[in-house]
Each structure stands twice: as structure tokens, then as C-alpha cells.
């Protein structure tokens, strides 16, 4: 059984992995909002915290309680992440700001609060939820791609930083799955996707790695038909 920390973990893919996961393992969500914490957690049984992302102060706090409660965290599913889609010059400051502040400054701060404990444990993995957009690039996603190509940078550096202390990070790669984000930003979803559960598989096979094997990256997306 491991004690496995999911950022994001009110909805969409990580609330899918939260009720898949808890079932074998000490599962402990985050995310901004409380009440949706809450239902996600009786239904699971999993743990929660409130935890804004985006705050690195508020990041270690929650990351030191986990830890005190656990004593120790085996696994990180950096999830977090929020979407804007349109021109560059149409973008607002406050959604540029938000983009970046959540899905790369916030998979970093949390990726910093868990390796510090990881690093004196000399074990663990950090799951990287990126995305294809960390991959390649496409017009009125200028920020957000920003977002998950640093966010690539970061993993691939990181892998070779927390390698001296026996830590693992992957980072995953999936195509559009069906979820609420497009929803949330008022974003039409256009074309194929691949459903939670595809994606869910996908991770399970992550943890169900020996501790001595990494994964570099794992990509997945719908075959085009």
C-alpha cells in the first residue's frame, strides 16, 4: 500500500484516479475547492486537504502535514492544470497569470515540497501530468502550451536532479481525455478523446512499476479513425 498524493484531485482526471486508486492505497487529494473535496473523499474514503497550487507557502504547509500524518509520500500525481483558448492578444493578464501560475509554477512547487521528503526517504516517484501540448503546438493555445512545454523542460531536468536519491519522475503524456476542463473554460471539445479510465489504466501501470524502473514518459491519445 502506498501513500500516493493527487494535485487536482476534485474532478476530471484526478478525481477518476482518486476513486480508482483508494482502493488499494492511502490517498490524499487537493485541490481549491473544499466541498467538491469533500464528496470525492466520502465516496472514495480517500484523505483531503485544501490546497491552492499556486501558493509555494501554502504548498509546503499542506505537503509537511501530509507527511506528519503519513510519514511518508511514495507518490506524487502532479494533475493540477486549467486551460485558455483564443489569441494571444485577446488573452487577459489575469488568465495568462493563472495558466502559468497553475500548471507549471504549481507542479513545481508541489514537486519541491514532495522530493524533499522523498530525497530522505531515497525513494519515491513524481507523476507529471503534462499533456501532448507539451509536445507539440497549435494556434490560439500560445499560453497554454507555454504552460506544459516548460512543464516538459522541468520533468526531463527533474528526472536527472532526483536520480541521485533513488526518486523517479515520469512524465505523462496524454491527449484530450473526457473531462469538465474544456467545460470549465468554455472551450468547445472538438474531435476524439480518450475516456478517464484509458487514462487512469495508464498511471496504474506507472505505480505498478518496480521501484528500480522508470518510465521516462508514457504518451497516449485516441487512435484517429
Same mark, same amino acid.
Given at each position: 500500500?502506498?501513500?500516493?498524493?493527487?494535485?487536482?484531485?476534485?474532478?476530471?482526471?484526478?478525481?477518476?484516479?482518486?476513486?480508482?486508486?483508494?482502493?488499494?492505497?492511502?490517498?490524499?487529494?487537493?485541490?481549491?475547492?473544499? /466541498?467538491?473535496? /469533500?464528496?470525492?473523499?466520502?465516496?472514495?474514503?480517500?484523505?483531503?486537504?485544501?490546497?491552492?497550487?499556486?501558493?509555494?507557502?501554502?504548498?509546503?504547509?499542506?505537503?509537511?502535514?501530509?507527511?506528519?500524518?503519513?510519514?511518508?509520500?511514495?507518490?506524487?500525481?502532479?494533475?493540477?492544470?486549467? !486551460?485558455?483558448?483564443?489569441?494571444?492578444?485577446?488573452?487577459?493578464?489575469?488568465?495568462?497569470?493563472? !495558466?502559468?501560475?497553475?500548471?507549471?509554477?504549481?507542479?513545481?512547487?508541489?514537486?519541491?515540497?514532495?522530493?524533499?521528503?522523498?530525497?530522505? /526517504?531515497?525513494? *519515491?516517484? !513524481?507523476?507529471?501530468?503534462?499533456?501532448?501540448?507539451?509536445?507539440?503546438?497549435?494556434?490560439?493555445?500560445?499560453?497554454?502550451?507555454?504552460?506544459?512545454?516548460?512543464?516538459? *523542460?522541468?520533468?526531463?531536468?527533474? /528526472?536527472?536532479?532526483?536520480?541521485?536519491?533513488?526518486?523517479?519522475?515520469?512524465?505523462?503524456?496524454?491527449?484530450?481525455?473526457?473531462?469538465?476542463?474544456?467545460?470549465?473554460?468554455?472551450?468547445?471539445?472538438? *474531435?476524439?478523446?480518450?475516456?478517464?479510465?484509458?487514462?487512469?489504466?495508464?498511471?496504474?501501470?506507472?505505480?505498478?512499476?518496480?521501484?528500480?524502473?522508470?518510465?521516462?514518459?508514457?504518451?497516449?491519445?485516441?487512435?484517429?479513425?
Amino acid at each position: 500500500m502506498k501513500t500516493i498524493v493527487i494535485t487536482g484531485g476534485s474532478d476530471g482526471l484526478g478525481r477518476a484516479l482518486a476513486e480508482k486508486l483508494a482502493k488499494d492505497h492511502k490517498v490524499v487529494i487537493l485541490a481549491r475547492n473544499e /466541498q467538491a473535496l /469533500q464528496a470525492v473523499a466520502t465516496k472514495t474514503g480517500c484523505d483531503y486537504l485544501v490546497c491552492d497550487v499556486r501558493n509555494a507557502v501554502q504548498v509546503g504547509a499542506v505537503f509537511a502535514k501530509i507527511a506528519s500524518k503519513h510519514e511518508a509520500i511514495d507518490v506524487l500525481i502532479n494533475n493540477a492544470g486549467v !486551460i485558455v483558448n483564443g489569441e494571444l492578444v485577446e488573452t487577459s493578464d489575469e488568465d495568462i497569470e493563472n !495558466i502559468i501560475s497553475t500548471n507549471t509554477l504549481g507542479s513545481i512547487y508541489a514537486a519541491k515540497a514532495a522530493l524533499k521528503l522523498m530525497k530522505k /526517504q531515497r525513494k *519515491g516517484l !513524481i507523476i507529471n501530468v503534462v499533456s501532448q501540448s507539451g509536445l507539440s503546438a497549435r494556434a490560439n493555445r500560445s499560453v497554454y502550451n507555454a504552460s506544459k512545454w516548460a512543464l516538459t *523542460g522541468f520533468t526531463k531536468a527533474l /528526472q536527472q536532479e532526483a536520480a541521485a536519491y533513488g526518486v523517479r519522475v515520469t512524465g505523462f503524456y496524454p491527449g484530450t481525455i473526457k473531462t469538465g476542463l474544456f467545460a470549465k473554460a468554455g472551450i468547445e471539445m472538438k *474531435g476524439v478523446a480518450i475516456t478517464t479510465e484509458q487514462a487512469v489504466r495508464s498511471v496504474e501501470f506507472l505505480l505498478s512499476c518496480d521501484d528500480d524502473v522508470l518510465i521516462p514518459e508514457l504518451g497516449i491519445k485516441h487512435v484517429e479513425g
